[in-house]
């Protein structure tokens, strides 16, 4: 995974900021115990006095996670999209996809949280202001397990479409310290350009998986905020 950061970081994102917003929305809603088994509001009957401040944190704590739980509840995440198969990492900001293609090809997408944004005007004829586009980096893995180099695209999500970023050659997991990633992919023929982005939408790589994408990590980003509460919580009740 921290080769997905360092790729990411040196090839995309020096316009970006960095995202704090934490976007809301809910579906397939579970219960707030399956994301915070022990969250209860706090209770002057501990055997452990609090000072007012601790007590104060512990408080303002609860109704956070309450909020949280209550306003948009986070549900189970997804563990299949179409033919990929979808591995959480709990407490980290990423995520990995695996499928497979033609039965000899085996695919691997490792997903960020949320890394960066841009503001774009709001749609609409009466529309004033400006909307945020949050945005995901992911690396493509192409294998054909013969040992040989695989081949790596790295794209950006946004909320509607795919973008593919670069194009490169990896053998295995070996990545050199400044490995070359090939040209801008804006720069290449436009041809190639076509026939590249077909190649991923054969293996499922596309618009509709960056959809998909959003969508599972507005909801990782909340189990994930709701998880940290939890666990401030349990710090300062020791």
Excluded at 27 to 45: A, L, V
Excluded at 172 to 178: A, D, L
Aim: glycine share 6%; net charge negative.
């Amino acid at each position: 995974m921290a080769r997905l950061i360092r790729t990411a970081a040196r090839t995309l994102f020096s316009s970006f900021s960095s995202s704090t917003s934490s976007l809301l929305q809910s579906r397939n809603s579970i219960t707030p115990s399956f994301i915070f088994q022990s969250s209860r509001p706090y209770s002057t009957d501990n055997k452990i006095t609090k000072s007012p401040l601790e007590a104060n944190i512990l408080r303002i704590i609860d109704k956070e996670i309450d909020y949280q739980s209550e306003y948009a509840p986070p549900h189970q995440p997804e563990t299949r999209f179409h033919s990929f198969t979808v591995e959480d990492q709990p407490g980290e900001q990423w995520m990995i996809m695996r499928g497979k293609y033609d039965d000899i090809e085996d695919i691997k997408l490792e997903v960020t949280m949320f890394d960066g944004y841009v503001t774009v005007p709001k749609l609409g004829d009466d529309a004033t202001g400006e909307d945020v586009r949050l945005h995901i980096s992911f690396i493509v893995d192409v294998s054909k397990g013969d040992g040989g180099e695989n081949l790596e695209f790295l794209c950006s999500a946004w909320p509607d479409r795919l973008e593919i970023q670069k194009v490169y050659l990896l053998r295995g997991e070996k990545m050199p310290g400044r490995p070359y990633m090939g040209p801008d992919f804006r720069k290449l023929n436009r041809e190639l350009q076509k026939r590249l982005r077909e190649y991923l939408d054969a293996r499922g790589v596309n618009d509709e998986l960056s959809f998909f994408l959003h969508e599972y990590m507005l909801n990782k980003d909340r189990i994930e905020l709701i998880q940290w509460f939890g666990k401030v919580k349990s710090l300062v009740e020791k």
